[in-house]
């Protein structure tokens, strides 16, 4: 049997089809690239945005969480709240990648017409509590 999961590993590790007589083993993990990084401060989120949010039609951004808490740690991600000129439907992944790419860590970007459908009344006070703008205002 273990000579059966090695064949399996290598494969995976490989690129190979992890299959090995009937063995199929789950995709490996593979972290985000910029994982186990301190995210910047406020200030200079606010400073390396600034030509994204122009080329993309941001008139205000937010940022909120541990971040705009002054308790981010290694790992922690930067969340931001984004009020565009013009919505950009599935370009939205495209920006979140970008700002992530900018920053150095993991990004989760929200539109302001999602903060203003949010329901759960405890999420949206914790979030409100944190907004912190970092462009535009």
Same mark, same amino acid.
């Given at each position: 049997? +273990?000579?059966?999961?090695?064949?399996?590993? !290598?494969?995976?590790?490989? /690129? !190979?089809?992890?299959? &090995?007589?009937?063995?199929? @083993?789950? *995709?490996?993990? $593979?972290?985000? *690239?910029? &994982?186990?990084?301190?995210?910047? +401060?406020?200030?200079?989120?606010?400073?390396? $945005?600034?030509?994204?949010?122009?080329?993309?039609?941001?008139?205000?951004?937010?940022?909120?969480?541990? $971040?705009?808490? /002054?308790? !981010?740690?290694?790992?922690?991600?930067?969340?931001?709240?984004?009020?565009?000129?013009?919505?950009?439907? @599935?370009?939205?992944?495209?920006?979140?990648?970008?700002?992530?790419?900018?920053?150095?860590?993991?990004?989760?970007?929200?539109?302001?017409?999602?903060?203003? &459908?949010?329901?759960?009344?405890?999420?949206?006070? +914790?979030? %409100?509590? %944190?907004?912190?703008? $970092?462009?535009?205002?």
């Amino acid at each position: 049997f +273990s000579s059966v999961v090695s064949t399996a590993i !290598a494969a995976q590790a490989s /690129g !190979a089809p992890a299959r &090995a007589r009937g063995l199929v @083993l789950p *995709p490996l993990v $593979v972290p985000h *690239p910029t &994982a186990g990084r301190l995210p910047p +401060s406020s200030e200079e989120i606010g400073r390396r $945005v600034e030509p994204l949010c122009r080329k993309h039609g941001i008139v205000r951004l937010e940022i909120f969480g541990s $971040v705009a808490r /002054g308790e !981010a740690r290694m790992g922690s991600d930067v969340d931001l709240i984004a009020c565009f000129r013009e919505h950009p439907g @599935l370009g939205m992944v495209m920006i979140e990648e970008a700002f992530s790419e900018v920053l150095g860590v993991p990004v989760h970007l929200l539109t302001a017409e999602t903060m203003a &459908a949010m329901r759960n009344p405890y999420r949206k006070a +914790s979030i %409100d509590r %944190d907004r912190r703008c $970092v462009y535009g205002g």
